[in-house]
């Protein structure tokens, strides 16, 4: 589909950097989409770090969570190493239980996704289009 958004991010070192992420909208199966990140160790020590993707409130007059843990990969570097982490986000996570169907419901819209290291630690914003 597109990008995501870098959100600036407040001062301090990390040993790790990640260039712009990638979604990517899937239509059939169970992967509704996937998000790839560029992840590159800038630190002199051997190190980890785990991507999560985050998704807001579904388009949906159903009451869904403010923000869902979508997916997440852990990824381990050598120094300079790079590496590109690429997580799916299954259909199930982007549908919502309808009672009066007795079915999951997949809506179709904007999904807001976020990705970082927390929740509290977005480095990207972007959307993905439900169809």
């Known amino acids: 589909m597109g990008g995501l958004v870098r959100r600036e991010r407040g001062s301090g070192t990390q040993s790790h950097q990640r260039p712009p992420a990638r979604v990517t909208s899937r239509g059939r199966g169970d992967t509704a989409a996937e998000v790839s990140v560029d992840v590159r160790n800038t630190g002199s020590r051997t190190g980890s770090d785990v991507v999560q993707v985050y998704v807001e ?72 289009t439900l169809t």
Request: charge should be positive; avoid cysteine; proline fraction near 8%.
């Open 57 to 128: 409130p579904l388009p949906t007059s159903v009451d869904t969570p403010a923000k869902t843990l979508a997916g997440f990969a852990r990824v381990s570097l050598e120094p300079g190493e790079r590496t590109t982490a690429t997580i799916e986000i299954s259909r199930r996570t982007l549908s919502y239980w309808a009672e009066a169907k007795n079915r999951w419901v997949t809506p179709t819209g904007k999904v807001p996704v976020y990705v970082g290291s927390s929740a509290a630690d977005v480095q990207y914003a972007g959307a993905i």
